[in-house]
Nanobody, 124 residues
């Protein structure tokens, strides 16, 4: 059973950068698609970014494209989300998610491994 744990969330000022980290344990990391999602208070969980095993297929939400970079280190069973030029609208709990398939998907309902989340708060 794969377990995911996120870290790196904190309170920052607008324009700052953060790197979120997702550590996977308890199972085979390959060939998992890994994704980042976020949920702001009173809003539905939304897709942020996803990456396939070979890091050849990567998708970003339009709201973060150009400001965020997803990457992974399969040897370390770790996925990263580098976020730059943060805005107050980026404030949310960020979740790491995993899916044992090859094809990248942006649909939260298709992911069945989830971390507990890490809070990112961006002040104006």
């Amino acid at each position: 059973q794969v377990q995911l744990v996120e870290s790196g969330g904190e309170l920052v000022q607008a324009g700052s950068s953060l790197r979120l980290v997702c550590d996977a344990s308890g199972g085979t990391f390959s060939p998992y698609v890994m994704g980042w999602f976020r949920q702001a208070p009173g809003k539905e969980r939304e897709f942020v970014a996803a990456i396939d095993w070979h890091s050849t297929h990567i998708h970003y939400a339009e709201s973060v494209k150009g400001r965020c970079t997803i990457s992974r280190d399969n040897a370390k069973n770790t996925v990263y989300l580098q976020m730059n030029s943060l805005k107050p609208a980026d404030t949310a709990v960020y979740y790491c998610a995993g899916l044992a398939q090859v094809v990248v998907t942006t649909e939260a309902s298709e992911y069945y491994y989830w971390g507990p989340g890490t809070q990112v708060t961006v002040s104006s």
